[in-house]
């Protein structure tokens, strides 16, 4: 299966808002509700944002916010911090009992 | 508190295998799945597959099929995961991650991960 597809870079100013998409096909982002977003800060494990497209883990702040239209999925970062810069990863399930991830976008907060 | 503790950085020659370790505490060891996720240096993840503790079945991504074995010991509520034939573009950091069981699909806990070199 072919990776999903973000854009390799995003950027806001703080407080302001961003949304990095994330797109697949119909056999993956658009055929399931499993897609699940992480951040990522250098040499650290990925964290858990948002899955099943729009829940959030407790401890996540509520800035976060994902969505879905078709065949992509997007995270909406509210109200910028320094903190949120990071890597951001989506990733859904594809069928079969396989899942496959985007190839990730470095957020920039300016 | 839920914890992935992953076994110690390796170095390996290339046609080697190697083998990670993933011990979990915190929850019930046979309600989650366990998957394996790596990264290259300065690359994205990339999903390699998943072991079943409760009944020891898996899943592997079609690239790493023939090559990748996924294990659980219950008893010690330990993922393990071997990597056959290794090639330097096996270079990476190896994260284990647990999935709920049932129909999700999302990773809530990750490892450290396991840093592996593959050098010549």
């Known amino acids: 299966q072919s990776a999903l597809t973000q854009p390799p870079s995003a950027s806001g100013s703080l407080g302001q808002s961003v949304t990095i998409s994330c797109t697949g096909t119909?056999?993956?982002?658009?055929?399931?509700?499993?897609v699940s977003w992480y951040q990522q800060h250098p040499g650290k494990a990925p964290k858990l944002m948002i899955y099943d497209v729009s829940k959030r883990p407790s401890g996540v702040p509520d800035r976060f916010s994902g969505s879905k239209s078709v065949n992509t999925a997007s995270l909406t970062v509210s109200g910028l911090q320094a903190e949120d810069e990071a890597d951001y990863y989506c990733?859904?399930?594809?069928?079969?009992?396989?899942?496959?991830f985007g190839g990730g976008t470095k957020l920039t907060v300016l | 508190q839920v914890q992935l503790v992953q076994s110690g950085a390796e170095v390996k020659k290339p046609g080697a295998s190697v083998r990670f370790s993933c011990k979990a505490s915190g929850y019930t060891f046979t309600d989650y799945y366990m998957h394996w996720v790596r990264q290259a240096p300065g690359q994205g993840l990339e999903w390699m597959g998943w072991?079943?503790?409760?009944?020891?079945?898996?899943n592997f991504a079609q690239k790493f099929q023939g090559r990748v074995t996924m294990t659980t010991d219950t008893s010690i509520s330990t993922a393990y995961m071997e990597l056959s034939r290794l090639r330097s573009d096996d270079t990476a950091m190896y994260y284990c991650?647990?999935?709920?069981?049932?129909?999700?699909?999302?990773?809530?806990?990750w490892g450290q991960g396991t840093l592996v070199t593959v050098s010549s």
């Open positions: 072991s079943n503790p409760n009944n020891g079945g898996t």
């Open positions: 990733n859904s399930y594809a069928g079969s009992n396989n899942v496959v």
């Open positions: 119909s056999s993956d982002v658009g055929g399931y509700n499993y």
């Open positions: 991650a647990r999935v709920p069981g049932g129909m999700a699909y999302h990773f809530d806990y």
